[in-house]
């Protein structure tokens, strides 16, 4: 067994005698979220938030990418979209700012 873990199985051991599931749960307790049932609540109210935001901005990135002579089914790799929030952003007519407002209204 390697330090690594060896270390990580202590970590784990350690966390059980102290009451807690496993060492994420032992971690997370002092800090805001205190439950990693909690983050995961955050984490999906996220991914809820930015559902509808998210789809504006992918549709306004196809838009712009079939201005520039692209195909309206074409699925934009992460370098096509980078170039295009790029350019967008230069515009300033990419509204990417939704997704920020989005997450800013909910709470931890």
């Known amino acids: ?3 690594l873990e060896q270390l990580l199985t202590h970590r784990h051991d350690l966390a059980k005698l102290l009451g807690y599931k496993n060492w994420a749960a032992y971690a997370i307790e002092p800090r805001m979220a205190k439950t990693p049932e ?3 609540g955050f984490l999906n109210r996220v991914r809820e938030a930015l559902k509808a935001p998210l789809k ?3 549709a306004e990135l196809l838009a712009e990418h079939v201005k520039l002579g692209g195909k309206a089914n074409a699925k934009l790799e992460s370098s096509d979209r980078l170039y295009l929030v790029s350019k967008l952003q230069r ?3 990419l509204s990417m700012r939704r997704s920020s407002r ?3 209204k909910l709470e931890p």
Do not use: Q, Y
């Open 38 to 40: 909690a983050v995961m």
């Open 91 to 93: 515009t300033s007519s």
């Open 102 to 104: 989005a997450i800013s």
């Open 1 to 3: 067994m390697t330090f």
């Open 56 to 58: 504006a901005e992918m």
